[in-house]
């Protein structure tokens, strides 16, 4: 055990502390709230007025700057409540539970948002508001998932019960999440004619990928803002009883 | 002489596993036989729900033939999901699974029994009631095969997916809708490609392929889900 | 600039409604995910408060 302290970094041990993580979070929020601010807007900005017009699907593909970024966002939310959640059963790290509770109701939104507007952008590309898509498909499943594990947080009253038995949960579901976009995909191609191809697009040129990576990265402060005020409500609330948390009340 | 007896003992371990699987086994079994009102509600409710089928949608022998693979597995799955909910829970209400989980034995092969235990309760009879189903709903009769084989193959998948959404929620007063809600999504590839392998079979595709992914899925499901209902079980029962 | 007018930027040649509906979506979104944790830090402070009040009042 001795050894493994000189090779595990600082930092991580110093997260188990919750007051440690509360305070760090509140240092690196205001900073992360200006990039993402300031990238979102740059970035709407940006897709709305100055990428040129799609040879195809004209202006209605200025929906890729919310599409994309929601999407990519929803899937890596996922794997970290599903990583913080192995840390915290592993480790015995409450910060770790908490990280991965307040990722969940993000991650689900997000897949909401994807979904949104996947469908919107259907109705003039494909015209219709549905269409079985195998990338719509994956994610209306991971919606199924993200709100199966908010169900069995909200099941469970005890707080570290919920929060181990959402770890597995979403442990199990990370491992099949390949699974099952193997076999969407595999479906997919079973019953959809080719023509529905919306991924398929040309190769993009930088006047359109370029505001597409800011808002990526817009949305990526954005997720590390919503995820650290939620992480830190949840460590107020699950850390009443403390000390610290009693003096920091005292002081507002 | 000292690797005779590291033989021995390994040999003794072997067989000490094999009858702790044997005895969980047969002990499951004939709680089942004893009340069998959950062995026989989800055969009755495999029926009912194909029976809704023809009946909401439409007693066309065509369009019920084109539909037929995926009511079956459907109705498979939800008969499945609804007799999940007692696997644990007995158990778990007179205290036998704290006793089990205090216990030395190992849970992977305790758990891995139980679930064989539930399959040959509701898969097991499922996959031999199919064929009723598939008549009943004009199922070309090549397909039937496909049909059999792949609800034999796919049928222990949902047993071992489903337990750990029992044991996840086992301490819960409600928790049967939840283990749906938690389940369901994870069902989806075995449904995919078991209905695809039913209609594979009637169209007179080659099938090797679907059993062996199905057969794939239910070997990672053997190896990774005792582990996940192991660690359920734990959190469920002593927090 | 991809638009010679205002009205040219509301239409999305033709798409419009469906651009819009994206971005307000996308909008609401956002502030609900950094409004409702907002609202949630103020009642789980007041309620706090409250609590730590009556424990000194007892005491």
Same mark, same amino acid.
């Given at each position: ?252 | ?25 047969? =002990? ?144 819960? =007063? ?66 | ?59």
């Amino acid at each position: 055990m001795s050894e493994k302290k000189n090779w595990m970094p600082r930092w991580f041990y110093q997260l188990a502390s919750p007051r440690w993580s509360y305070e760090i979070m509140g240092k690196l929020l205001p900073g992360f709230a200006v990039a993402a601010f300031l990238f979102l807007i740059a970035g709407t900005v940006w897709a709305l007025l100055f990428a040129p017009p799609e040879a195809y699907q004209g202006n209605s593909y200025r929906i890729i700057y919310i599409h994309v970024p929601s999407a990519l966002l929803a899937q890596s939310c996922y794997m970290m409540m599903a990583i913080a959640g192995a840390i915290g059963l592993i480790w015995k790290m409450k910060v770790a539970d908490m990280v991965a509770k307040s990722c969940a109701p993000i991650g689900a939104t997000m897949a909401v948002l994807a979904l949104a507007t996947g469908a919107i952008w259907g109705k003039p590309t494909w015209g219709s508001w549905w269409v079985w898509d195998a990338r719509l498909t994956s994610m209306l499943i991971l919606l199924f998932l993200y709100l199966g594990v908010i169900a069995l947080y909200s099941a469970i009253e005890n707080e570290a019960m919920a929060a181990k038995s959402a770890a597995v949960l979403a442990l199990v579901g990370l491992v099949n999440i390949p699974i099952i976009k193997y076999s969407v995909d595999w479906w997919n191609t079973l019953h959809q004619p080719a023509t529905f191809k919306l991924t398929e697009r040309p190769a993009m040129v930088p006047e359109m990928w370029l505001p597409l990576l800011v808002m990526v990265i817009g949305f990526y402060c954005f997720f590390a803002v919503s995820l650290m005020m939620r992480t830190r409500n949840e460590i107020l609330v699950r850390e009443r009883r403390a000390s610290w948390v009693k003096e920091l009340v005292e002081k507002q | 002489m000292g690797r005779i007896v590291t033989n021995e003992s390994a040999n003794s371990e072997a067989s000490s596993v094999l009858s702790l699987f044997g005895a969980v086994l047969k =002990r499951d079994l004939m709680l089942a036989y004893r009340k069998k009102s959950d062995l026989f509600n989800p055969l009755i409710f495999f029926l009912m729900v194909a029976t809704l089928f023809p009946l909401g949608v439409s007693p066309e022998p065509d369009f019920l033939a084109q539909i037929a693979p995926g009511v079956v597995w459907v109705a498979a799955l939800l008969a499945t999901l609804l007799s999940m909910e007692s696997v644990f829970k007995s158990d778990f209400e007179d205290g036998t699974l704290e006793q089990t989980l205090l216990s030395p034995q190992p849970l992977f092969v305790i758990v891995l029994a139980k679930v064989l235990a539930h399959w040959m309760m509701s898969g097991l009879p499922l996959t031999l009631l199919a064929p009723l189903l598939a008549v009943m709903l004009f199922l070309p009769a090549e397909g039937m095969s496909g049909l059999m084989l792949s609800l034999l193959i796919g049928t222990p998948t949902l047993s071992l997916v489903g337990a750990i959404g029992a044991a996840l929620t086992v301490g819960l =007063r409600k928790g049967g809708v939840l283990i749906s809600l938690l389940v369901l999504p994870l069902y989806i590839p075995v449904l995919i490609f078991g209905t695809s392998a039913v209609q594979a079979a009637v169209t007179g595709l080659p099938l090797a392929g679907f059993f062996a992914l199905l057969g794939a899925i239910l070997a990672l499901g053997l190896v990774l889900a005792p582990l996940a209902i192991s660690a359920a079980l734990r959190i469920s029962v002593s927090g | 600039m991809n638009f010679d007018s205002f009205s040219d930027f509301i239409a999305m040649g033709g798409h419009g409604f469906y651009v819009w509906l994206s971005y307000a979506i996308a909008l609401v979104v956002v502030v609900i995910n950094i409004v409702n944790p907002a609202l949630q830090k103020k009642k789980i402070v007041s309620d706090l408060v409250r609590r730590l009040r009556r424990e000194n009042k007892s005491s």
